[in-house]
């Protein structure tokens, strides 16, 4: 089986979507290849795709402001026409990975299966994983027909591991003409700033949701994520609430977490909510209902009022130095 993984690069490295898709590559390859495919230059993550698992990176070149989603495509397009055709590319389930993924399915006329959280090979068939109804039922679903299958994962759906390979080879995949298609350009990009540790890489999560009664709480929840070296979360109520922006947010339509402790402050635990934390090594829930749904998965439950709870437990940490 060759299989191809969309790479996604953030501050010069490849990002974790992206690892954790190679190394499952990896694994269902069994005798094949994995090749990476950069939408942008590769020297600088060549090796660390290597060493993951990618025996080839496929790169467009400075893609020179063009949209990243009708570039790659019509260059991975390019490649497969070419004969060098895959059986399956794996795409993280991001913003750009639905674009790539969504164009190149109209291109080759072939299915898209996505949202996925794991996948198998059996011979030359290829089945994924969705779970659906907020993560209480899983459907498997088999490819029919012939490949490239194309298919995205949600992150941390598999572990990150390194494998030791060597540095890939980087292969050109230019981006070929694009008539009208390639008129957009990209003017800006905004990044939200941020300091301490990204939310969904986390080693400790601590989030808030609507039992903080009002925006200006939300402060405890980073005072306490920035003590403990941790990022701090929220419920899609606080987000939808305007309190945090929706990079914050945990669960369904948010982000998927697994960190070593996950902190919910005032947060009832609805289903949406779960899906993207139940996860997590060691919950711990402070809430003042001690019928709040989200006791029923905590390893550590406190009833209590948050504006109590919180406090105190600054202050016991400041109180370290
Ligand atoms: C399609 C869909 C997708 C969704 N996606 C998401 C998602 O990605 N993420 C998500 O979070 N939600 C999502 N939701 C929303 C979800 O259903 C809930 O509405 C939301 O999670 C509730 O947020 P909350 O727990 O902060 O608020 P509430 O449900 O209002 O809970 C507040 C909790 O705080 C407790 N509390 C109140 N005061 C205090 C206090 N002083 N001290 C301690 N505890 C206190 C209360 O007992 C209560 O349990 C989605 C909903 C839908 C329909």
Redesign the pocket.
């Known amino acids: 089986m060759n299989i191809w993984v969309f790479s996604q690069e953030a501050n010069g490295a490849p990002t974790s979507a992206t690892l954790e898709l190679l190394t499952k590559a990896r694994s269902l390859a069994a005798s094949g290849t994995v090749s990476a495919f950069v939408a942008g230059e590769a020297a600088g993550i060549a090796a660390m795709l290597g060493e993951y698992g990618a025996t080839k990176v496929y790169a467009t070149g400075d893609l020179g402001g063009r949209l990243p989603g009708v570039a790659a495509s019509a260059a991975m397009k390019a490649v497969i026409a070419g004969g060098d055709s895959p059986d399956l590319i794996m795409f993280p389930q991001s913003y750009e990975g639905r674009d790539v993924m969504s164009r190149l399915s109209v291109q080759l006329d072939r299915t898209v299966l996505t949202n996925n959280v794991d996948a198998a090979i059996d011979g030359s068939s290829v089945s994924v994983t969705t779970p659906i109804f907020g993560g209480n039922v899983l459907v498997t679903t088999a490819f029919s027909g012939s490949g490239p299958f194309l298919a995205a994962f949600r992150p941390k759906s598999f572990v990150a591991e390194s494998g030791g390979g060597g540095a890939a080879t980087v292969v050109a995949a230019p981006v070929p003409e694009l008539g009208a298609t390639g008129a957009a350009r990209v003017t800006v990009v905004h990044t939200e700033e941020s300091s301490g540790p990204k939310l969904d890489e986390a080693a400790i999560v601590v989030s808030g ?5 009002e925006a200006s709480k939300y402060e405890l929840i980073e005072t306490l994520a920035k003590l403990l070296k941790g990022a701090p979360g ?5 987000v939808d609430a305007g309190w945090v922006p929706y990079s914050y ?6 982000k998927v977490v697994k960190p070593g402790v996950y902190i919910a ?9 779960m899906v ?1 934390m139940k996860g997590s090594k060691s919950i711990i829930a ?4 001690k019928e ?1 749904p ?1 006791f029923g998965i905590a390893d550590l439950g406190i009833v ?4 109590k709870v919180l406090p105190k437990l600054i202050e016991a940490l400041q109180g370290r130095g």
Do not use: E, F
């Open positions: 949701g609507r039992g903080l009664g929220a419920s899609r109520a606080i947010q945990v669960g369904q339509t948010g402050c005032g947060i009832s635990g609805a289903t949406q909510h993207g402070i809430n003042k209902d709040a989200i209590g009022d948050v504006h």
